[in-house]
């Protein structure tokens, strides 16, 4: 089984819906992270929460929420999707022990608004 | 702030030859770096890190790459590329100050490997 899980893997879905993107790990790390992944962006951090009370914003929050729901969960959510969110999404993980460990990544969830 | 420049989004290189990806990086304190590889339809897959000591990190996969602070370089290698190596490749740096461990990424580079 993956340590990180995303789910879905794919979402179609219409303008102004509201989506739940949702990221599942098993490898025991306080950190969680969210990124959107576009052609000839690379991957740009939405947001980010350090343990399940902390919950940070990233580079590009605008029209994105999320929730820590337990040290193992933690859900992007877009209240009213746009075109312009089409994008590849990225949950990612990192234990703190130490400083600055690779973050492990889920296999994504692509999304595509109408 | 910090930030990665990867030159060149593309690369071809014919299997069996050097593969030379290039990253260059800013940032305000000592760095650290990272080189990601993405295969088609799956996440991110750590490659290599560099820290602190040795700059010279040897990696997953046959693939090095070394730390240059005069030149704020961390380009990746690989003496003989395979056809496996065929995927999307992403630097990444994050500033070494304990409880800021946010990665900054590049534009990848997309590497094609020809038989």
């Known amino acids: 089984d993956a340590d990180v899980t995303q789910t879905p893997r794919n979402r179609i879905t219409k303008t102004g819906k509201r989506i739940m993107l949702e990221c599942s790990q098993t490898?025991?790390?306080?950190?969680m992270y969210w990124y959107r992944q576009d052609p000839g962006l690379g991957l740009r951090l939405i947001y980010y929460?350090?343990?399940?009370?902390?919950?940070n914003k990233g580079e590009i929050s605008d029209g994105y929420s999320v929730s820590r729901q337990a040290q193992a969960k933690f859900s992007l959510s877009l209240e009213s999707a746009i075109p312009n969110q089409t994008a590849l999404y990225f949950c990612?993980?990192?234990?703190?022990?130490?400083?600055?460990?690779?973050?492990?990544f889920g296999d994504g969830t692509r999304l595509s608004i109408l | 702030a910090q930030s990665v420049t990867q030159l060149g989004s593309h690369v071809s290189v014919s299997e069996g030859a050097l593969v030379l990806l290039r990253c260059n990086y800013s940032?305000?304190?000592?760095?650290?770096l990272f080189w990601y590889v993405q295969y088609p339809n799956q996440g991110l897959q750590l490659l290599l890190k560099?820290?602190?000591?040795?700059?010279l990190v040897k990696g997953i996969n046959g693939f090095e790459a070394e730390f240059k602070k005069s030149e704020t370089s961390f380009h990746l290698t690989k003496p003989s590329a395979h056809m496996s190596d065929a995927a999307e490749y992403f630097c990444?740096?994050?500033?070494?100050?304990?409880?800021?461990?946010?990665?900054?990424f590049g534009t990848g580079t997309r590497l094609t490997i020809i038989p």
């Open positions: 490898k025991g790390h306080d950190r």
């Open positions: 990612a993980t990192s234990d703190p022990t130490g400083g600055n460990q690779p973050q492990h």
């Open positions: 929460s350090f343990d399940v009370k902390d919950i």
């Open positions: 940032s305000s304190v000592p760095p650290y």
């Open positions: 990444a740096v994050s500033e070494a100050n304990f409880g800021n461990e946010k990665l900054t």
């Open positions: 560099y820290t602190t000591g040795a700059t």
